[in-house]
Nanobody, 123 residues
Framework: QVQLVESGGGSVQAGGSLRLSCAAS????????MAWFRQVPGKEREFVAA????????RYADSVKGRFTISGDNAKNTVYLQMNSLKPEDTAVYYC????????????????WGQGTQVTVSS
């Protein structure tokens, strides 16, 4: 079973940057996809970005396109989310997830989840 551990969250002012990391306990199969989701209290968890483990394909939510970049380092079994030009509305708990198969924006299709890391953006 793949275990995912997120890190890199914190507090930053609007316009600032943060890089989140998601370390996998073992290398998922090459057919896996990795994703980042986020959630604020009282709202459903929402898709942020996803990438195939091979790095050949990625997808972003419209709200973060052009500001966030998802990438992976196979040697370190780690996926990253570089977040630039952060806005107060980006404040949320960010979760890393993994699933066998193609990229998806659908939360329920992801099999493995990390514990989450808090990102707070102040105005």
């Amino acid at each position: 079973q793949v275990q995912l551990v997120e890190s890199g969250g914190g507090s930053v002012q609007a316009g600032g940057s943060l890089r989140l990391s998601c370390a996998a306990s073992e290398r998922p199969f090459s057919s896996y996809s990795m994703a980042w989701f986020r959630q604020v209290p009282g709202k459903e968890r929402e898709f942020v970005a996803a990438i195939t483990w091979s790095g050949s394909s990625s997808r972003y939510a419209d709200s973060v396109k052009g500001r966030f970049t998802i990438s992976g380092d196979n040697a370190k079994n780690t996926v990253y989310l570089q977040m630039n030009s952060l806005k107060p509305e980006d404040t949320a708990v960010y979760y890393c997830a993994a699933r066998p198969g193609e990229l998806s924006r659908v939360t329920d299709l992801y099999r493995y989840w990390g514990q989450g890391t808090q990102v707070t953006v102040s105005s």
